[in-house]
């Protein structure tokens, strides 16, 4: 049997997607990448992965996507779900079909998918999955409306999900940072801070090591909880 681990990673055509597809194919994995951009396209080719053009909030996609992936590699070890940003609005400005639009992408895509690898990773004997959230998914901020309810909600279900499949040695975690890009330039039009920790964002390389190490067998005790990659940003212990 291939024992190269597998691993899925949405939103992976540029950022933290991107930067964890990378990451996890310079330590062994064999890739699965899911973005609506072309771009993935060429990742792939890159990494010597696989590549799905496709939307998170489309369950056919990610019903394509693992069934993809198992026909490819014979198992999935991994799970990375990224996203992009969401808007960031008024909040009664925010349309029903916004609210609608950005629940089945950064909560209800999480449930969609795990639905779909759950049963291969229990016959392979365990699996390990890292869901992107942000700092102040727990302390709500008029500024990102949906990071404070939708994203509280993602890591509620992390909480649940952990609890129940841990017998099963499938672990879930969510990694909330603060400002991440690979250049200053990319932030220009956000409120970025002028006291960063090291002067700078962290990069998606540095990002993605954190999330690579909660997928690997040295985080095998850590489930069920978030990460938060913020310089202690949030006020929450």
């Given at each position: ?121 229990c016959r392979q004997g365990g699996g390990a999955i890292v869901n ?106």
């Amino acid at each position: 049997m291939n024992e190269t681990k597998v691993a899925i990673v949405t939103a992976a055509s540029c950022g933290i997607g991107a930067g964890c597809a990378r990451e996890l194919a310079a330590r062994g994995y064999k890739v699965s990448l899911l973005a609506r951009s072309e771009r993935v396209i060429a990742i792939a080719q890159e990494l010597d992965g696989i590549a799905m053009q496709g939307s998170m909030t489309r369950s056919d996609d990610l019903s394509t996507l693992v069934q993809t992936t198992l026909d490819r590699f014979g198992r999935i070890d991994a799970v990375v779900n990224s996203f992009g940003d969401p808007p960031r609005l008024d909040l009664l400005d925010i349309s029903d079909e916004s609210w609608t639009h950005n629940f089945e992408l950064l909560f209800l895509s999480v449930v969609r998918i795990a639905r779909l690898v759950t049963k291969p990773m229990c016959r392979q004997g365990g699996g390990a999955i890292v869901n992107i959230s942000a700092c102040d998914s727990q302390e709500p901020s008029l500024g990102t409306p949906f990071s404070g309810t939708l994203r509280s909600a993602m890591e509620g279900f992390t909480k649940l999900y952990a609890k129940r499949y841990r017998s099963d040695r499938i672990r879930m975690n969510s990694v909330a940072p603060f400002f991440v890009a690979d250049s200053i330039e990319e932030l220009e039009g956000w409120n970025v801070p002028g006291d960063l920790m090291w002067g700078r964002p962290a990069t998606y390389s540095e990002l993605a090591k954190t999330v690579a190490f909660l997928l690997s067998e040295d985080a095998k005790f850590i489930t069920g909880t978030t990460i938060k990659v913020d310089e202690a940003r949030s006020a929450a212990i």
